[in-house]
């Protein structure tokens, strides 16, 4: 079963342009982290942010977390083709038997047309 | 350092046949996962291994499906017999420390299974 909700589905935008992507999910959580997938590829991770924390930086990338709305958001500034991509976010969980376990939402398909 | 390794990349069966599916993981990375992964979703875990342990394995079909981690370094990943609806990616990902504190997995390229 999937936790995360992701939206959009589908995010087509011109180079240059900020890319936002949103995670709602449903469990307490100890982490919540964003991975990148190219097409026919694994998965890289991108970013990890705690429970406590409410917001991280990585390079382009802008990461938050609202845990009283159980929601986390992607920004990625200025964007590049290269970007094009599927982006999931995956939730760690926060005890008993889900401790350690990461969830993954369906993800969002990222297009940036040069 | 090498990456996690999978072979396959690539298979194609015939419905009823067996399958193995091979994964190295990062050197010194105690944690391993197997994840499937169905066309146009995200990952789903079948099991995790802390070196030799299979510590959750509540999503991995017993009934026909199978994995060991021998000496807690390289692991295989079985389906026998394989259906229909077992063709997806199969992933294996590995973390450098037990008791899940929330570390960054590090993903194979996966092996995309194909059943007829």
């Known amino acids: 079963s999937q936790q995360g909700e992701e939206d959009p589905q589908a995010l087509s935008i011109q180079e240059g342009e900020n890319a936002t992507m949103n995670c709602s999910y449903k469990?307490?959580?100890?982490?919540l982290q964003w991975y990148r997938q190219n097409s026919g590829r694994g998965l890289v991770h991108l970013i990890l942010?705690?429970?406590?924390?409410r917001e991280k930086h990585s390079g382009r990338l802008r990461v938050t977390l609202d845990t009283s709305k159980k929601s986390s958001s992607l920004l990625i500034t200025a964007s590049r083709a290269a970007d094009t991509a599927s982006y999931f976010c995956?939730?760690?969980?926060?005890?008993?038997?889900?401790?350690?376990?990461?969830?993954f939402g369906q993800g969002t398909i990222l297009t940036v047309h040069p | 350092e090498a990456g996690v390794v999978q072979s396959p990349r690539y298979k194609i069966i015939e419905k009823k046949q067996p399958v193995a599916f091979w994964c190295n993981p990062i050197?010194?990375?105690?944690?391993l996962y197997w994840y499937l992964q169905n066309l146009g979703q995200g990952p789903e875990l079948l099991i995790r291994?802390?070196?030799?342990?299979?510590?959750?394995d509540s999503q991995l079909p017993k009934d026909r499906f199978s994995a060991e981690r021998l000496k807690g370094v390289d692991s295989t990943l079985k389906i026998q017999p394989a259906e229909l609806g077992d063709s997806a990616v199969y992933l294996c990902?590995?973390?450098?420390?037990?008791?899940?504190?929330?570390?960054?997995?590090?993903f194979g390229p996966g092996t995309r299974l194909t059943v007829l």
């Open positions: 990902a590995s973390s450098p420390r037990t008791s899940g504190r929330g570390d960054t997995q590090y």
């Open positions: 469990t307490s959580i100890n982490n």
């Open positions: 942010i705690r429970s406590n924390e």
């Open positions: 995956a939730t760690g969980g926060a005890g008993g038997t889900s401790y350690g376990k990461l969830t």
């Open positions: 050197s010194g990375h105690n944690t």
């Open positions: 291994y802390e070196n030799e342990e299979a510590v959750d």
